[in-house]
């Protein structure tokens, strides 16, 4: 699933994308799978609502990427497990979109699960690449959505100047449990899911398993310096693309040969040599170096 660098990558590129974004108005819809559309749960509605909004704003709040439109409405899209959003130019060729630009978008199979497009007055065409099919789209009054349970239960955010070692120390003291599902539990802290929790605790030396109400001072300091670090520098290299995400280009992140711990089981830890192990935990995989992160 794109977590908080992916999702941030697709923001900050579509901001700054040419001929821009914002202040493009919608123009029209397509969509050949209905039940994405959450809000309204009719696609003709939804279709009616969207067209001749303008995007004001694009922002990004958790996994959420949410565009603020005219007339008070805003535009939720959460792309779940396999999704990614991409911007150029399909034409309908034998009832399939083809991309009308060379390279990624036209080559990389994982471009090509189109299932939701925008058509924009400036040409362009803002689509959702889905392969499961799990991504949710919902258009809300701009006040409710701000107002709405989706957004109020996400934690802090984790990059937040505001958000400062103590109200780390605070968060942790929420909620008890492994220090890995704490740290990919939504409520707790907004962004963070499997991949880097994972190389998170790699850095910071903490073994995924141990509880939160054991950690030393020091250990949660090393983690909150870790995250920061991390998320920065997935955020610097355009996120990653073990698996299906893209940016909007259809380009592949640039976080891959960065990782030091995910996915890489059976391999030797980059620090110390010793072999990746990877572990069960409550139905999520967990990387780690023995050496490096012991219980």
């Known amino acids: 699933m794109p977590e908080l660098p992916e999702i941030e990558t697709t923001i900050r590129e579509l901001k700054r994308a040419q001929p821009p974004v914002l202040g493009a108005c919608f123009i029209n819809v397509w969509t050949d799978f209905e039940k994405m ?36 409405k805003s ?5 779940k497990l396999t999704g990614h959003l991409l911007l150029g130019r399909w034409e309908r060729r034998n009832g399939k979109w083809q991309s009308k630009i060379a390279g990624p978008l036209a080559d990389d199979p994982m471009n090509k699960f189109l299932h939701l497009i ?27 959505l701000k ?12 990059l937040d100047k505001s958000f400062t070692f103590e109200k780390f120390k605070q968060c942790l003291k929420t909620k008890k449990g492994e220090i890995k599902k704490v740290l990919m539990d ?19 030396k903490v073994n995924p398993f141990k509880k939160t109400e054991k950690l ?27 698996s299906d995400f893209r940016r909007i280009s259809g380009q592949k992140g640039g976080f891959d040969p960065l990782r030091k711990v995910y996915r890489r089981e059976g391999q030797r ?27």
């Open 37 to 72: 559309i959450k809000k309204p749960n009719d696609f003709k509605e939804f279709k009616k609502e969207i067209k001749g909004k303008k995007i004001k704003k694009i922002w990004r709040r958790g996994k959420n990427i949410i565009f603020d439109l005219s007339e008070n």
């Open 75 to 79: 535009l939720l899209i959460h792309q």
């Open 118 to 144: 925008f058509f924009l007055d400036n040409g362009q065409m803002l689509a959702l690449s889905d392969l499961r099919k799990f991504a949710k789209v919902e258009l809300w009054d701009t006040e409710g």
């Open 147 to 158: 107002e709405s349970k989706e957004l109020r239960d996400l934690g802090p955010e984790p």
């Open 186 to 204: 939504q409520k707790v802290i907004a962004g963070i899911g499997n991949i880097y929790s994972n190389e998170i605790l790699w850095e910071a």
């Open 216 to 242: 030393s001072e020091e250990e949660m300091k090393r983690i909150y310096e870790a995250m920061k670090k991390i998320l920065k520098k997935a955020i610097e290299v355009k996120g990653e693309s073990i």
């Open 269 to 295: 830890c980059p620090r110390c040599g010793s072999i990746i192990k990877k572990k069960q935990l409550k139905g999520r995989s967990a990387y780690l170096c023995p050496t490096c992160q012991p219980f």
